[in-house]
């Protein structure tokens, strides 16, 4: 077994970390700071590029200051996915804030590239439903946006690029620009079918093809760290990057299809390996997990834009101090006494995408009271899995098996039996909070030829519920779902509710 460790860096939306781990899994040495999210205008989220680069460089000091004589073999980075920022070619600087994937400012861009008739034709090389989740409209509205952008990306002096990229750019002092195939296949112009960028979809969206990073297996020699840029010695290698969804399921040691693979955070992403290239007909993406040494893995995913959120948002309504509380106070009664949650804070994701969707509560009685509220509000992020999960069933032809859950809502063991219940399959929870990173650190100590374990169950939940009182409830939430989209489609038309 090697004595050497992997520095797994985990960027995502609401923290940024770092873990020291070593070949069997084990984690020796952490370190999280928070993220701000900023929300400038309805339904717009961003946050700031530099930020989120010294975000990473505090985790790193801190990790290595408590490493002592450890030796730091090389670098897996795990990033938030569809999150785009543009910066300077020659300065490295930022010239707009990060468009987080939760931003909608893109969607009337999206929307008249659907009413032109693209949609299907983009769906068919991507993989991806026409949706302001992912970057290439953001890309465009930043250009179109910021004073002089467009003219300047036309002359082949600004970058574009993930999370991922900005991080590597970064860290290598700006000598490399690149990304890898699991990140590329999540902007909407990359052909997950012929593996490059795509110049019809770049000309469709008005996105310069320059100003992309080249594409690279998962588990590549992406660049090596500059002198003084972080704490870690000049010369250490990057040796994997992919996107935190998909690290979390080679995490889980997921290597073959059939089992999905759920990461409860602010939303939720499912993913499920497939053995080959599947175009969803039931509202799922079909996307790239992960590659190596040139091999690509293909996987159907459906995302969910507000999952975990749902808890701490419920919360602050009820005036709880946290999703922890709203726990606490859901399991004081049975159910939710026929209350259903629609979170639709930013619109409806898969299988809906229906970005004009907002939330709504309903089934309110006398009765209600503050606990089926809370209830309702966990319930909620069951259903919205399950709904996902039913849709990747369809898409695949055969039934998938057990759903291997992390993040931080799977902790929570009242939401995992119900989710058990309503998907009528058994549910296990990670043992370790920090899946994503630990996936970043196998891809990468993979690279180096060394197979680390995956992260092993801690819960294991099996259905309780009869099949009919499952049904119920999953109808209830239909039932929901269908008013609330009813609503959306009344206003877009301008009738009354």
Known sequence: MTSEWILAIDQGTTNTKALLVDATGRVHHQASVPNVVTYPQPGWAEQSATALFDGVKAVIAEVVANAGNATIAGIGISNQRESILIWDAATGEPIGPVVIWQCRRSALICDALRAA?????IEAKTGLALDPLFPAAKIAWLLDNIPGARARAEKGELRAGTVD???LWNLTGGAVHATDHSNASRTQLFNTEALTWDAGLCALFGVPQNMLAEVKSSDTHFGVTAQGVTALPAGTPILAMIGDSHAALFGHGVRIPGTVKATYGTGTSLMALTPKRVRSTHGISSTIAWSQQGNVQHALEGNISVSGQTASFAAELLGLADAAALSDLAETVPDSNGVAFVPALVGLGAPYWRADARGTITGLSLGTKPAH???????AIAFQVGDVYSAMEADMGAPLGELRADGGASRNPLLMQFQSDILGRPVASAAA??????????????ALGIAMPGVPAAGHFAPQMEATE???HRQRWQSAVTQTLAI??????GGNP
């Open 165 to 167: 990229a900005w991080l």
């Open 373 to 379: 509220l809370a209830r309702a509000a966990l319930e």
């Open 488 to 493: 959306s489609n009344q206003q877009t038309s």
């Open 433 to 446: 909070p920090e899946v994503s990173a630990l996936g970043a650190a196998a891809l990468a100590f993979s």
């Open 117 to 121: 008739g693209h949609a299907d034709a």
């Open 470 to 472: 499952a049904l119920k």
